[in-house]
């Protein structure tokens, strides 16, 4: 007999050899049993396996006779494994993990065989969804003993939503200046989470009115997981509507007052009044972006003036005038001598275009500082003096005259023209010699007819000159002195090639089985040359003794002698392969059969699990082999390798294919039955369970019922389907027996009619009483319950439904419905005494306020007739209001409006300048701030300062003054500002002089006369400055033509003291008396 053994320690690998009593028989009887060979009985054995046992059986004779028995051990211990729990993040853009390709790594932490030192472990790999995961991890031994341990992996989502802002929104504010801010939303996505919103975390609402700025807005965005984030933009309210303006003078141009011209110089003060503007918002500022600046000095002319008005939005508009004032002075001009050269190849020139340029010495005009000038540029320069005019007009139209002296010399030198291509001729044959011919010089010259050339240096014509190279120079001199000259590149050159011997084509074979190729052995070939001793080397390819790869290859060599001639040839390698491919396929693979079909598909890793060693010494290019649906059992498949020269090599293989695939078993649906009428039981009959299986069922039927009569409950029938195999499935289906008999009342009915009472005074209830009903069932009650207040119990005001539930053991319920009403008949109270309200701002009225109401049950509306707003003062607003049940009260409640929102002024800086004769300036209050607003209408009229707007600049005061504004509006609410007004500290005017003393700002002021004794308005005049000794100092103006009896003249560059201002008529030594003033200098 064979005995077996198993493991008798799960943690060690040995087993207790525990043999059987040997039965024996002898006609005289055993004496002794000897074990011959084997394991000893009560011995561990280490290894699983069978062993053979030998023993002899000696009667007391000594007739002996030998039986023999086998041992099997087997190991049945299964092994250990144990698992731990993992966590996992969901990645960033899916709500699922894909499972990890180190998970056995990662959750096992102990795999542990009594016998098997690697037993293998495998794992189902699945997408793991967020939330919690169990995972199998099945472990098996090389016997086939397996065990699984369960890892809970849970998949965290620690992804914020992604929330993108819209772009920053632009609103243009109304007339207003305001604008209704309807922000765009973000668009939002998760990973997890579909239908997210967000909210505004910071920043005005959707819908809010808003003034001029920029709002910036945060949405903030959370998921289900308590993921959350945030974008951010910006909400901007922009005036975009464009002021007004109108440019001083008439049909766009503007004239310059005659006091304004500085007569006798080409310059006039640009004194620009101005502009005409509005804007809806107000704030504008008046710049000029064209044309020269107000109160700039600029040369006499039209200028083409832009002036812009800015409102604060930055919105701009333009408007752009001419400013005009005449020159009738003409240039003043100088012209010299001037020479030129005459070009090459002529004797004459044509007049420059830079002879104008060259000539001129002296030119200028008072206004304009490039007048035109013109000259007779058909005018052909001899050789020596020729005399041409230029004729010079300013910009004015004024003209002048001058002549220049102009000589043209010869310079250039004489043309030589030596043969163009170098010299070059080839050694002749043999030798290392040549000879050349180097052809003929040619001379030419702009005057002189009569030259040749002469060959200075370098080989003659005809000479046997050696290899190498040479020049010849050639030179040529006109009577002028210029000289010229040319060379000629000579080049004796060697041509010829050396010539190199090589054989057409060199073969080779690859035998080994590891290396693609082979090492090449060859000589150079030899090589000659004509001059030179030469040398074969090898350009291109691979040199003898080198490593050459299956296939062909060229070898390209060559000789250069020492003038670089080289000579070349090629010959072709060929290395073929000769070495048989590799490969080796599994005896055995086993592959489980197709849960769909009895059999399996070819798998589509066949390569992997069946072939090994695949490999050549230049690599396969095909493996072959069929591919047909496998059977379950035995499927011999052969496959070919082959390599790219043809060689092959072949091996067989067996796919094994076992049905491990368990049948699907289905029971009967639920079923309901119920009970008979003598009894809390009922018959229950099922058919019994059906199975589907990939091959073919063997057997299914119910483990745990027959049909039969069952208790009143839910009950459960298992079944159980296997197939061909002794694979299994089970199922289970249910049934449940049913009491359908209702309970019913007894002695005290339902009420038929709702049972009223009044509310209690200030309260919403009353206290009502009421009897209740009772029932009965035929197996008794589990439920009889009331859903309302007791009887005699507190009841609200409206009607309260009470309902008496009762319900027997089999869920069969009735119920008795009524109801109870509580009437409330108390008017609300509103609270009508005196309020007073204060203005929102920016507001010069108030809404009414819903004053507080108070009732017994509750306030359904509170309403008043009075339409609009509240006017600042007392008004009278009547309410009413109404209950919830529909009582009414109402009054008339006193209001009084308050205005406690300040004015807003905003201050302007300005400049005035000084003006005699008190050297002061007068500034209007309206000119000192750019804005008056209030919530109430107000006026300017409303405006104060602190001190009169009288301005000047003595020795006691400094030029910048602070003056504050308040505005006061009809609630006597006060807004003040400060506005700097600053004296200008230059162009003070002094109007008609008179002896004494004139204080001026700056270094500089302007002198206007009005009154001028005893001239006519078509008389010119001359205006110098001297100082208090009547020393001539220098001239204000000259040949000034006075206009309207007016003159201006600015004076600069002085310091104080006492100086003379002195006037003669031109034509006549008649002097308009002078007048002698002290300039005090404030600066």
């Known amino acids: 007999e064979t005995l077996t053994a198993g493991t008798p320690d799960p943690t060690q690998c040995r087993f207790l050899a525990s043999l059987n009593d040997i039965v024996t028989s002898d006609n005289c009887g055993v004496t002794i049993i000897t074990q011959l060979s084997g394991v000893q009985n009560g011995t561990f054995i280490e290894t699983p396996g069978t062993y053979g046992i030998t023993f002899e059986v000696s009667d007391n004779s000594g007739n002996s006779v030998p039986c023999s028995t086998s041992f099997v051990t087997q190991d049945t211990a299964a092994p250990l494994i144990d698992c731990a729990p993992l966590v996992l993040n969901a990645p960033v853009d899916s709500c699922s993990v894909p499972f990890p390709s180190n998970f056995i790594s990662t959750v096992v932490t102990r795999v542990q065989d009594n016998c098997d030192p690697l037993p293998n472990v495998t794992v189902v790999a699945r997408p793991l969804p967020k939330g919690t995961n169990f995972v199998d991890i099945t472990t098996k031994d090389a016997t086939g003993n397996q065990a699984v341990c369960t890892s809970v992996v849970t998949v965290d989502d620690r992804t914020a939503p992604v929330i993108t802002c819209p772009a920053n929104q ?51 965005v959370s998921d289900s997981s308590a993921n959350s984030n945030t974008c951010r933009f910006n909400a901007t309210v922009e005036d975009r509507t464009v002021p007004t303006i109108t440019c001083p003078g008439t049909g766009g141009v503007y004239t310059a007052l ?119 540029f058909g ?36 043309v030589i023209d030596c043969p163009p291509e170098p010299v070059e001729v080839s050694t002749l044959p043999g030798t290392c010699d040549g000879i050349f011919d180097l052809g003929e010089v040619t001379v030419f010259d702009n005057c002189d007819e009569n030259i040749s050339a002469i060959q200075t240096s370098g080989p003659q014509s005809g000479e046997n000159t050696g290899r190498g190279e040479f020049t010849a120079v050639f030179n040529a001199t006109d009577p002028s002195g210029n000289t010229a000259s040319c060379t000629i590149a000579v080049s004796v050159l060697d041509l010829e090639k050396p010539i190199v011997d090589c054989p ?135 496959v070919t390798v082959t390599d790219a020269a043809g060689n092959s090599a072949s091996c067989t293989t067996n796919l094994f294919v076992t049905d491990n695939t368990d049948p699907d078993a289905t029971c009967p649906p639920t079923a309901t039955f119920y009970t008979k009428s003598t009894s809390c039981d009922g018959p229950v009959t099922l058919s019994n369970p ?46 449940t027996v049913v009491d ?88 609300p109270v509103i609270n009508c005494s005196a309020q007073n309200i204060v203005t929102a701002p920016n507001q010069c009225s108030s809404p009414p ?75 209007p209050i309206g000119s000192l701030f750019s804005s008056l607003t209030d919530n109430c209408p107000i006026a300017a009229q409303n405006v104060v300062a602190n001190r009169t707007l009288l301005f000047g600049y003595d020795d006691t005061n400094t030029p910048a003054t602070f003056v504050r504004l308040t505005a006061t509006d009809a609630s006597g609410n006060n807004g003040t500002c400060v506005s700097r007004v600053t004296v200008s500290l230059s162009g003070s005017v002094i109007t008609d002089p008179t002896n004494g003393s004139v204080r001026f700002i700056g270094q500089s002021f302007t002198i206007r006369w009005f009154k001028l004794p005893g001239l006519s308005p078509s008389r010119r005049v001359d205006i110098w400055l001297a100082n208090n000794k009547g020393v001539f100092l220098k001239y204000l103006v000259r040949n000034y033509l006075f206009s309207n009896l007016q003159y201006a003249v600015t004076v600069t560059g002085v310091t104080s003291g006492f100086y003379q201002i002195h006037m003669i008529l031109q034509g006549s030594a008649t002097e308009v008396p002078f007048v002698t003033i002290e300039l005090r200098n404030r600066i």
């Not at 206290?767 to 309302?788: A, H, I, M, R, W």
Request: aromatic share 8%; glycine share 6%.
């Open 690 to 735: 059906t199975g589907t299986d990939n091959c073919a069922i063997d057997s299914a039927v119910f483990i745990d019922f027959i049909d039969g009569d069952y208790e009143v409950g839910s009950h459960t029938a298992n079944g159980l389907v296997t197939d061909t195999s002794g694979n299994t499935d089970s199922c289970s289906t249910s049934f």
């Open 170 to 220: 632009l609103f243009v504010a109304d007339a207003s200046c305001k604008a209704t801010l309807n922000l765009a939303s973000p668009t939002i996505s998760d990973n997890c989470d579909s239908g997210l919103s967000a909210t505004i975390f910071s920043g005005p609402a959707s819908g809010t009115l808003a003034g001029l700025g920029t709002y910036p807005v945060t949405y903030l």
């Open 504 to 638: 057409t084509t060199l073969s080779f074979q690859s035998t080994s089985a590891n290396s693609c190729g082979t090492n090449i052995n060859y000589p150079l070939p030899d090589s000659t040359d004509n001059c030179d001793d030469v040398t074969t080397q090898i350009s291109t390819g691979p040199a003898s003794g080198a490593f050459v790869a299956v296939g062909t290859a060229t070898i390209n060599f060559f000789a250069t002698d020492t003038t670089s001639n080289t000579g070349t040839c090629s010959t072709a390698v060929t290395v073929t392969d000769a070495s048989n491919p590799r490969v080796t396929c599994a005896t055995k693979v086993d592959i489980d059969a197709s849960s769909s079909f009895c059999g399996a598909n070819f798998p589509a890793n066949f390569e992997d699990i069946a072939l090994s060693d695949i490999d050549d010494n230049c690599g396969v290019t095909d493996i072959s082999y069929s591919t047909p649906t496998l059977n379950v059992g035995d499927n011999f498949i052969t």
């Open 849 to 923: 306020v819903t004053p507080p109401v108070t009732d017994n049950c509750g306030v359904s509306t509170i309403t008043t007739s009075f339409v609009g707003s509240l006017a600042i003062g007392l008004n009278s607003v009547p309410w009413t209001s109404t209950d919830i049940y529909g009582n009414t009260a109402t009054c008339n409640k006193p209001v009084t409006v308050l205005d406690n929102q300040p004015p807003t002024i905003v201050c302007k800086n300005i400049t005035v300048p000084l003006v005699s004769p008190n050297f002061a300036s007068t500034v």
């Open 258 to 376: 005659d006091s304004d011209i500085t007569q006798g110089t080409c310059r006039v003060k640009v004194n620009i009044p101005t502009p005409v503007t509005s804007d809806n918002c107000g704030g504008i500022v008046i710049t000029q972006t064209a044309g020269p600046a107000n109160g700039t000095s600029v040369v006499l002319g039209s200028y083409s003036i832009t002036l812009r008005a800015t409102d604060i939005g930055k919105n701009f508009a333009e408007c752009t005038f001419t400013f005009v004032a005449p020159d009738k002075t003409a240039p003043a001009t100088i012209c010299n001598a001037v020479s030129y050269d005459a070009p090459p190849n002529e004797c004459t020139l044509p007049l420059p275009r830079l002879f104008i340029s060259d000539s001129i010495s002296f030119l200028r005009d008072n206004c304009d500082p490039a007048p035109t000038s013109s000259a007779d």
């Open 740 to 827: 359908d008999d209702s309970p019913v009342t007894d002695t005290v009915p339902c009420p038929s009619a709702p049972i009223t009472a009044l509310a209690a005074t200030g309260k919403c209830s009353a206290n009502v009483t009421f009897p209740l009903p009772n029932f009965k069932d035929n197996c008794g009650l589990t439920v009889n319950n009331y859903n309302s207040t007791a009887p005699g119990g507190t009841f609200p005001v409206g009607t309260t439904y009470a309902r008496v539930n009762v319900a027997d053991a089999a869920g069969n319920t009735n119920a008795c419905n009524f109801q109870v009403l509580v009437q409330d008949k108390q008017a």
């Open 379 to 414: 005018t052909i320069l001899e050789l020596n003096e020729n005399f041409v005019d230029i004729e010079f007009i300013d910009a004015s139209g004024n003209e002048d005259f001058c002549t220049s002296v102009v000589t043209l010399f010869d310079v250039t030198a004489p």
